[in-house]
Antibody, heavy 116, light 110 residues
Framework: QMQLVESGGGLVKPGGSLRLSCAASGFTFSGYYMSWIRQAPERGLEWLSYISNSGTTIYYADSVKGRFTVSRDNAKNSLYLQMNSLRAEDTAVYYC?????????WGQGTLVTVSS | QSALTQPASVSGSPGQSITISCTGTSSDVGGYKYVSWYQQHPGKAPKLMTYDVSNRPSGVSNRFSGSKSGNTASLTISGLQAEDEADYYCSSYTSSSTRVFGGGTKLTVL
């Protein structure tokens, strides 16, 4: 069955960096756009970015543009989110999800906490 | 990009039907067929319920249906069941080639 598993979350100080990974299985990863979406504690969903199946097309939300970078390695069936210059307001559960216009399935999420 | 507008909460009794609205603009909901709805139970990842306005993924009950009129999309749940109690989010593609989510609606089954 299709599965996405995020990893790399944790506690980081403001201004720090973190790299999240998302391992895909159960479908042809190289054939799909992939997305990153986050959810701050007790808040709603916020779309962050999507990347084309080839990795040549990437779009970001204004809130993370210039600080976050999405990439993928189709040979490893993996999606990545490099997060720099982290702020307290970046504290959230980060989800990877398959798709560009809609998302199915989603991973279980990984928690990123930005705090001194 | 401003979030799409959803009611904070809706409620209904078992067996009833409810509708959750999602209002955007001509630059998102009104301009594209790429509206999707997600169900999220506490502590769980979101689950896709409808996509491309009115399509249902395999395995999703036909009690869930999506529609759109102008700049407002809607999710209707018929024959309400206890397990439908959850948060629901709409999402749309935008004219900036980005995506936007609604603020979420908490559904309570009385």
């Amino acid at each position: 069955q299709m599965q996405l598993v995020e990893s790399g979350g944790g506690l980081v100080k403001p201004g720090g960096s973190l790299r999240l990974s998302c391992a895909a299985s159960g479908f042809t990863f190289s054939g799909y756009y992939m997305s990153w979406i986050r959810q701050a504690p007790e808040r709603g969903l916020e779309w962050l970015s999507y990347i084309s199946n080839s990795g040549t097309t990437i779009y970001y939300a204004d809130s993370v543009k210039g600080r976050f970078t999405v990439s993928r390695d189709n040979a490893k069936n993996s999606l990545y989110l490099q997060m720099n210059s982290l702020r307290a307001e970046d504290t959230a559960v980060y989800y990877c999800a398959r798709g560009q216009y809609s998302n199915n399935p989603w991973g279980q999420g990984t928690l990123v906490t930005v705090s001194s | 990009q401003s979030a799409l507008t959803q009611p904070a909460s809706v409620s209904g009794s078992p067996g009833q039907s409810i509708t959750i609205s999602c209002t955007g603009t001509s630059s998102d909901v009104g301009g594209y067929k790429y509206v999707s709805w997600y169900q999220q139970h506490p502590g769980k990842a979101p689950k896709l319920m409808t996509y491309d306005v009115s399509n249902r993924p395999s395995g999703v009950s036909n009690r869930f249906s999506g529609s759109k009129s102008g700049n407002t999309a809607s999710l209707t749940i018929s024959g309400l069941q206890a397990e439908d109690e959850a948060d629901y989010y709409c999402s749309s593609y935008t004219s900036s080639s980005t995506r936007v989510f609604g603020g979420g609606t908490k559904l309570t089954v009385l």
